[in-house]
């Protein structure tokens, strides 16, 4: 079956610590998207692409980054430099119908 | 870039009916869409409209008036399984697919 797949579930990560989280789709879809979403607030758009070795800036990218080396993969790295970034992550991936998202990643900092 | 309100939180019986409200202010409309989000699971798809009009799904229907930048949600013969966070979100015009906007999301509270 086709879906978008993301891992770990739950990570920790320990203050200066980078960490990486996985997205991984077999839909074919071109575009992809990483979401940061916290308590009583909506989706905030990190990161997305549109084709592979290519990606843009969405609102909140100061202390991400990623890369799309291939169609199918969409890794999102949060750096030392992200000062607040226990949340709940999701990744989607889209086609004119809509996007499909994730499970998600929870992250927290311990 | 886009502003988009709705209500926090709704409480309704199970077997009642249920309207979410959506505000929208967007530069390039290309489409409005309703999710449902369970805690700490993945939003998944309810409704697409991008033409002004009522979409009925089952016990789910959603209403679009671009004029307005207004949609509703509306969840019929409520169930228990209903209860649930609903995202309103809309999609900009521009880009391959269009990025999308979401809202704060109405937690949906069902009571016996």
């Known amino acids: 079956d086709g879906g978008i797949t993301q891992s770990p579930k739950y990570l920790f990560r320990k203050e200066g610590q980078n960490v990486t989280l996985s997205c991984e789709q077999n839909?074919?879809?071109?575009?992809m998207y990483w979401y940061r979403q916290d308590p009583g607030q909506g989706l905030r758009l990190i990161y997305y692409?549109?084709?592979?070795?290519?990606?843009q800036k969405g609102d909140i990218a100061e202390g991400y980054s990623v890369s799309r080396e291939k169609k199918e993969s969409f890794p999102l790295t949060v750096t030392s430099a992200q000062k607040n970034p226990t949340a709940f992550y999701l990744c989607?991936?889209?086609?004119?119908?809509?996007?499909?998202f994730g499970s998600g990643t929870r992250l927290t900092v311990v | 870039g886009q502003n988009i309100d709705q209500p926090t939180e709704m409480t309704a019986t199970e077997g009642a009916i249920v309207q979410i409200n959506c505000t929208y202010q967007?530069?390039?409309?290309?489409?409005l869409f309703w999710y449902q989000q369970h805690a700490g699971e993945a939003p998944t798809f309810l409704s697409y409209?991008?033409?002004?009009g009522l979409e009925e799904k089952g016990r789910f229907s959603s209403f679009l008036s671009r004029s307005k930048g207004y949609s509703y949600l509306l969840l019929k013969e409520l169930q228990m399984k209903d209860s649930a966070s609903y995202l309103c979100?809309?999609?900009?015009?521009?880009?391959?697919?269009?990025?999308?906007?979401f809202g704060a999301g109405t937690q949906v509270v069902v009571t016996p």
């Open positions: 979100a809309v999609r900009e015009i521009g880009d391959s697919w269009g990025k999308f906007q």
């Open positions: 839909l074919n879809h071109d575009a």
């Open positions: 989607a991936s889209g086609g004119m119908g809509g996007y499909t």
């Open positions: 692409s549109q084709i592979v070795n290519d990606f």
């Open positions: 409209n991008v033409l002004d």
């Open positions: 967007t530069s390039g409309f290309n489409g």
